[in-house]
């Protein structure tokens, strides 16, 4: 099987994925080094973590009974896999979407069904609720907004594909803070629904590794089971504790990002033969007339990194840019506009 990799050459201007542009501000990265210094390193950090469970539970209105921590959230979606699904069962997904979940997938030996998103890149809510109602589905994918299409499922929708599924459905929200559209609410009326939560992106902590899931006690229980003990790092987790409640420092830079979203998309727009598609994510994809090749080496050339997806399903000519500072967004567009101009 091919693994998860990434090309990933030296370039200024680095739009390939989808990190924050911002990093944690020096007095947050200072409080959290001052108590990680004065704590000690030669003990496990507390066997469960219940203080930073109980700070994240809070934002959401749940008790820290729903919060699982993980080393990232890419570790909690693969601790998801292993506990519900085994070989042979079913798992719906999506696509275009982020490849890991079919990678998980294909370790655990499923039977992977995918639904394709409509033309317009709209997720088929009708289908999907079809598939995830067969048999033998173990887990359904959602991941909204979606990587790499910048497309969202509503929550209604969300709601009427976790009543009709015969078994968990998890909803990745890697991107919430771009948006504002959560499926947290439809927790307590729907307890096969996990979602899934990151630091890396609005919170610019994407070095640290900091994910959490919330799910119903019963459901996060199980998936408890599979994850490692002390999974999350000492370090990590005084930083969990620091960083959860920056509500104003994540909304300001998520502002930024989405109003650097709408220019960058009016941008690509007057730009001859390529199609921008709308995005609620802090990345926006778009097709190219020309050979998408061609144009990410020309922009590589001119220093500046996106990523190449035209080996995704139904996007041959797809390429995504990660919304960046207005100055590397206005290097992305000027570097652009000279590779189709060449
Ligand atoms: C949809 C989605 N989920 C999860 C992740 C990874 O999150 P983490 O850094 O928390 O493991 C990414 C990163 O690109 C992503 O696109």
């Given at each position: 099987m091919s693994g998860y990799t990434l090309v990933q050459p030296?370039?200024?201007?680095?739009?390939?994925?989808?990190?924050?542009?911002?990093?944690?501000p020096e007095e947050l990265k200072r409080e959290i080094v001052d108590e990680a210094l004065a704590s000690n390193w030669g003990r496990y950090p507390g066997f469960v973590p219940g203080e930073v469970k109980a700070a994240i539970g809070q934002r959401h209105g749940?008790?820290?009974?729903?919060i699982l921590i993980g080393n990232g959230s890419n570790e909690l979606i693969q601790a998801v896999f292993q506990a519900a699904v085994g070989r042979g069962d079913r798992v719906v997904l999506p696509a275009p979407t982020f490849t890991l979940y079919a990678l998980m997938g294909r370790i655990a030996g499923a039977d992977i069904r995918t639904v394709h998103l409509k033309r317009d890149l709209s997720f088929d809510v009708d289908r999907l609720k079809e598939e995830s109602a067969q048999p033998g589905v173990r887990l359904v994918v959602l991941c909204s907004p979606n990587n790499p299409t910048g497309s969202m499922i509503q929550p209604e929708e969300v709601a009427a594909i976790a009543e009709a599924a015969t078994g968990l459905v998890v909803v990745d929200?890697?991107?919430y803070e771009f948006c504002?559209?959560?499926?947290?609410?439809?927790l307590d009326r729907h307890p096969n629904l996990v979602i899934t939560r990151t630091?890396?992106?609005?919170?610019?902590?994407?070095?640290?590794r900091l994910g959490y899931l919330a799910a119903d006690p019963s459901v996060a229980r199980e998936i408890e089971k599979v994850k490692l003990p002390y999974n999350v790092n000492a370090i990590s987790l005084i930083a969990a504790r620091t960083l959860i409640g920056q509500d104003a420092l994540i909304e300001e830079r998520a502002a930024l990002i989405r109003a650097e979203r709408q220019r960058v998309y009016e941008g690509l727009r007057e730009l001859p033969g390529i199609r921008p598609y709308p995005s609620h994510a802090n990345f926006i994809l778009f097709e190219a007339e020309r050979p998408v090749a061609g144009i990410f080496h020309g922009l590589i050339d001119r220093g500046v990194l996106i990523r190449?997806?035209?080996?995704?399903?139904?996007?041959?000519r797809g390429m995504r840019v990660t919304i960046g500072l207005p100055e590397e967004n206005d290097a992305f567009l000027k570097a652009l506009r000279e590779v189709l101009a060449a």
């Open positions: 030296d370039c200024p201007v680095k739009l390939n994925q989808n990190e924050c542009p911002f990093d944690v749940l008790g820290p009974e729903h929200e890697a991107y504002g559209v959560s499926c947290i609410e439809l630091f890396s992106k609005a919170l610019g902590a994407a070095g640290l190449d997806v035209s080996r995704y399903p139904m996007l041959e």
